[in-house]
C-alpha cells in the first residue's frame, strides 16, 4: 500500500513564501512520476508542477518562476517550493505519484494566502 503524506501547509501573507513536503512510504524511484495538485473550493483540481523521474519537471503556467519542485531520495520526499504567493495560489494541494497506470493521492495540505 502506497502512502504519500503531505506537510508544511498553513495561512501566509502575500508574497510570501511556503514549503510543501511529501514523503513517500517507499522508494520514490518506484514511480515513474512524482508532482503536485491542487484545487480550490468550487474548481477541478489542477496540475501544479509534476517530476518524472530521471527525465523532466513541468509546471503549470500560472506558477513558472515561483514555483520549484524538487526532490530527496534518501529521505523519499518531494518538496513544492512556494515564492511570491498570491490570493489565487489559496488551495489544498495534493501529492500525486503514478506508478505505470495507478495514480496515489496524499490527504492533502491547506494553503491560505490572506492579508
Known amino acids: 500500500q502506497v502512502q504519500l503524506v503531505e506537510s508544511g501547509g498553513g495561512l501566509v501573507q502575500p508574497g510570501g513564501s511556503l514549503r510543501l513536503s511529501c514523503a513517500a512510504s517507499?522508494?520514490?524511484?518506484?514511480?515513474?512520476?512524482m508532482g503536485w495538485y491542487r484545487q480550490a473550493p468550487g474548481k477541478q483540481r489542477e496540475l501544479v508542477a509534476t517530476?518524472?523521474?530521471?527525465?523532466?519537471?513541468n509546471y503549470a503556467d500560472f506558477v513558472k518562476g515561483r514555483f520549484t519542485i524538487s526532490r530527496e531520495t534518501a529521505k523519499n520526499t518531494v518538496y513544492l517550493q512556494m515564492n511570491s504567493l498570491k490570493a489565487e495560489d489559496t488551495a489544498v494541494y495534493y501529492c500525486?505519484?503514478?506508478?505505470?497506470?495507478?495514480?496515489?493521492w496524499g490527504q492533502g495540505t491547506q494553503v491560505t494566502v490572506s492579508p
Open positions: 517530476f518524472t523521474l530521471g527525465v523532466s519537471t
Open positions: 517507499g522508494s520514490i524511484f518506484s514511480f515513474n512520476a
Open positions: 500525486n505519484a503514478r506508478r505505470s497506470q495507478t495514480a496515489y
